[in-house]
Each structure stands twice: as C-alpha cells, then as structure tokens.
C-alpha cells in the first residue's frame, strides 16, 4: 500500500534551516508529482512546493520563495524540503502529498518549530 514517512522536523532558532525529508513506498514513485504542504495552528492547510516527475519545480508559497526549495530524488524514493532563514511564521506540521487516482495520499507529517 501507498506510505508516505515525513522525517526532518524538529525545533530550530529562526533564521536557521531544516531539511525535511518524505520517504515514499508503495507506488512506482518517479511517476508521481509530489508536494510538501503544512498546516499552522488555527489554519487550513496549505500548500507549500510542489516537484513534477521530471524534476519541475513549483512554489506555490509567496511567503517561502527564495527560502525553500523542493528536490526528490528518485532512487531513494523520496522527496525533500531545504528550508532556509527560518521564520517563526513557517511553524507548523509539515506533510507530503501525491493523487494517484483516485486518492489523495499523506504521511502522517512532521513537527517545525522555530522559535528562540
């Protein structure tokens, strides 16, 4: 079955950086678009990056631009999210996202806190 593990998170001082990683099983993964979205408390969900199979980026976040930048690579099977000049604004759970018709899949997400 679909697995998506998101690993990484963890508590950083703002302007510091975090590498959030999404293990990917279950699906023939260089296939698949893939995207990181995250969710602050007290707001939806929203989405941050996303990678097409290829290696085509989007950011979908003004608000990261410049600061975050989606990869994969597809021999591991997964997908990455260098977070940089952290902001305590970027708090939040982070999770990895594919549609493989036709279900939305998600890992189970990981904790950023930036805080000093």
């Known amino acids: 079955q679909v697995q998506l593990v998101e690993s990484g998170g963890g508590l950083v001082q703002p302007g510091g950086s975090l590498r959030l990683s999404c293990a990917a099983s279950?699906?023939?993964?260089?296939?698949?678009?893939m995207y990181w979205y995250r969710q602050a408390p007290g707001k939806e969900r929203e989405r941050v990056a996303g990678i097409s199979s290829a290696g085509f980026t989007i950011n979908f976040s003004d608000s990261v631009k410049g600061r975050f930048t989606i990869s994969r690579d597809n021999a591991k099977n997964t997908v990455y999210l260098q977070m940089n000049s952290l902001k305590p604004e970027d708090t939040g759970l982070y999770y990895c996202?594919?549609?493989?018709?036709?279900?939305?899949?998600w890992g189970q997400g990981t904790q950023v806190t930036v805080s000093s």
């Open positions: 279950g699906f023939t993964f260089s296939q698949y678009l």
């Open positions: 996202n594919t549609y493989i018709t036709p279900y939305d899949y």
